[in-house]
């Protein structure tokens, strides 16, 4: 069973930054992606940034240059982060933790992802 659990949400001011974390357990071994997707308020769920088994970071261009996503091993779990710098307040958003079992690039879709974390709100405010 996998099991996906965020941390690290909470709220920051405009231009200040924020670290999540996600422990990802209980995935067979192989190709796999691990990802970030946000959903604000009456808003669709969106990708924000995946990383591969390999190490192979994607971002969507909205938040390219602010955000740097990475991942460590530890036994047979997986810890992603995502570090978010000159946070915006359109950066508010619950933002979810997802993985595929898919090698090669990291899909942007929500619907390749197979698993979710809970999520964390992000706020942000001016």
């Known amino acids: 069973q996998v099991h996906l659990v965020e941390s690290g949400g909470g709220s920051a001011q405009v231009g200040g930054s924020l670290t999540l974390s996600c422990v990802a357990s209980?995935?067979?071994?192989?190709?796999?992606?691990l990802a970030w997707f946000r959903q604000a308020p009456e808003k669709e769920r969106e990708g924000v940034a995946a990383?591969?088994?390999?190490?192979?970071?994607?971002?969507t261009n909205s938040v390219k240059g602010r955000v740097t996503i990475s991942r460590s091993q530890d036994g047979a779990k997986t810890t992603i982060y995502l570090q978010m710098n000159s946070l915006k307040v359109e950066d508010t958003a619950i933002y979810y933790c997802?993985?595929?079992?898919?090698?090669?690039?990291?899909?942007?879709?929500?619907?390749?992802?197979?698993?979710w974390g809970q999520g964390t709100q992000v706020t942000v405010s001016s």
């Open positions: 209980g995935y067979a071994y192989g190709p796999n992606c």
């Open positions: 990383i591969t088994s390999a190490g192979d970071p994607y971002y």
């Open positions: 997802a993985y595929a079992p898919v090698g090669g690039s990291c899909p942007g879709g929500v619907s390749v992802y197979t698993h």
